[in-house]
């Protein structure tokens, strides 16, 4: 057919960054990463995704919730964040504490919605409106090289004694 365009299928268009469309990313790449072998980088991604919403006014913090796994057998509270019809739980700074009502236990009768949307797509998303790269270096992680290597002794001549 002359004059007809047909797209790449498979590799869509990116998505604006919409309210509904980062909330669906932001629970896409949630779910995946309770999962993941390596979910550091999922975690930091909703992090810096949720609080970039919240600044805008996409996001806001609601209040702070008993934390379901707490470090060290110790109680820890984390912030409630709603944004769209979904809700997040992100770490709490110092500020929420003084600021957000503490709403106690989660309710676990509150479900977010389902949605479909591919991890891949989700992380092209955020990592667009993040600026985060999961090659990049982050703050406080080790340099990639060798890991789990077990230590060398070498022997040393008779000197030594």
Excluded: W
């Excluded at 498979?10 to 995946?32: C, D, G, M, W």
């Amino acid at each position: 057919m002359k004059g007809v365009l047909y797209l790449n299928s498979h590799k869509p268009a990116p998505l604006q960054p919409t309210i509904e469309n980062l909330s669906y990313a932001v629970f896409t790449v949630n779910r995946h990463a309770k999962t993941a072998t390596n979910p550091k980088f999922l975690y930091l991604l909703k992090k810096k995704a949720l609080e970039k919403m919240i600044r805008e006014g996409k996001a806001l913090k609601v209040g702070l919730h008993f934390s379901e796994h707490p470090k060290y057998s110790q109680q820890q509270s984390d912030v409630l964040v709603k944004c769209g019809d979904y809700t997040f739980h992100i770490p709490p700074s110092k500020d929420d504490f003084k600021n957000l009502p503490h709403l106690g236990y989660l309710d676990h009768k509150t479900r977010n919605p389902k949605c479909r949307m591919p991890l891949s797509q989700a992380k092209q998303l955020l990592e667009q409106y993040t600026g985060l790269t999961e090659k990049q270096q982050h703050p406080g992680q080790p340099r990639t090289g060798r890991k789990n290597c077990k230590p060398v002794f070498k022997k040393l001549g008779d000197s030594f004694f």
